[in-house]
């Protein structure tokens, strides 16, 4: 049975999580309340459906707040201590995907993924930018309109400083932008109908993507289609309970209560470099489904 559900108090102990579109390494990304989702949400499997490092924007400029360290410290931990996880580069860090096929440690790196639900529906895990027509063949358009869009979330930013002054939540001044722009809404469409139409073909009963940072859960012609959103607008993630159930979680405001505090930033200029690999670099070898849920300590 397909229920979704919309809450910001959710269960503590998850099946399965699914968050992408972070954009570590840029202004826009809230890392503050992501570090809040990730302390009070548990779970067997963790996806990580690309745009967790924003590479394009390291390129430009240094932008690396110990908030964005914690939440990567957070992740590390959590897999760890049993947590499966799961990454799928996307656009914005697809210098990854030359370490697709391997583990580094504890974190798998694949193209993308099949998640078989609680109640036997196969998923097809995957970024989404593969079926972005602008990304595949004008780069170039898309850098300028990340660019733009960034500009778009410095604005929100800033909107949401004097909000939090107000006593007011936390609210997208980006996404409701674009989703006032018919061209935007006409691309997300045909974006969502690409990837039904392509998880139908292939044989799947539904698909989780990202990409485009519009969360949503929804059956197309008997296909489920499930995006999980980001990080950086709508602060979102959809997971999974023990029943099989797929919902969507919103985290726009602290658990403690109150927005999160802005991180200092130490902005400087230098080239981004790949890490080198690790020691513990290997060949992934498919893992058989964890039995319970792990607790997990917070960072």
């Known amino acids: 049975m ?17 968050i992408s579109d972070l954009h570590l390494g840029t202004s826009g990304c809230n890392a503050g309340h992501l570090l809040d989702f990730l302390r009070h949400n548990e779970s067997e499997t963790l996806y990580l459906v ?12 240094w932008n690396w707040p110990q908030a964005h360290n914690d939440v990567v410290q957070k992740v590390l931990r959590k897999a760890r201590k049993g947590t499966r996880v799961v990454f799928i580069p996307g656009n914005h860090d697809e210098f990854a995907r030359q370490f697709i096929g391997y583990a580094f440690g504890d974190i798998e790196v694949r193209n993308d993924a099949v998640h078989v639900t609680a109640d036997g529906r196969r998923l097809w895990v995957t970024h989404g930018d593969q079926f972005d027509g602008v990304i595949q063949h004008s780069k170039w358009l898309a850098h300028l309109g990340d660019t733009l869009y960034t500009f778009a979330l410095w604005l929100n930013l800033h909107l949401n400083r004097v909000r939090r002054r107000l006593g007011l939540h936390y609210w997208s001044l980006s996404q409701y932008l674009k989703h006032k722009v018919k061209n935007a809404v006409a691309f997300i469409t045909d974006f969502e109908n690409v990837l039904i139409n392509e998880a139908r073909r292939q044989g799947y009963d539904g698909v989780v993507c990202g990409h485009i940072h519009k969360p949503e859960i929804r059956m197309a012609d008997g296909v489920l289609y499930c995006n999980d959103g980001d990080w950086v607008e709508s602060l979102s993630a959809l997971a999974e309970d023990h029943a099989g159930q797929l919902h969507l979680v919103y985290w726009t405001q602290l658990a403690g209560g109150g927005d999160a505090a802005p991180a200092k930033t130490v902005r400087r200029r230098r080239p981004v470099e790949l890490p080198a690999l690790p020691s513990t670099l290997a060949p992934v070898r498919e ?5 319970t849920a792990r607790e997990t300590a917070d960072v």
């Open 2 to 18: 397909l229920l979704a559900s919309v809450t910001t108090s959710p269960p503590t102990q998850w099946r399965t999580i699914w």
């Open 287 to 291: 893992a058989p489904p964890a039995e």
């Open 50 to 61: 690309g745009d967790i490092i924003d590479g394009w924007q390291l390129r430009k400029t």
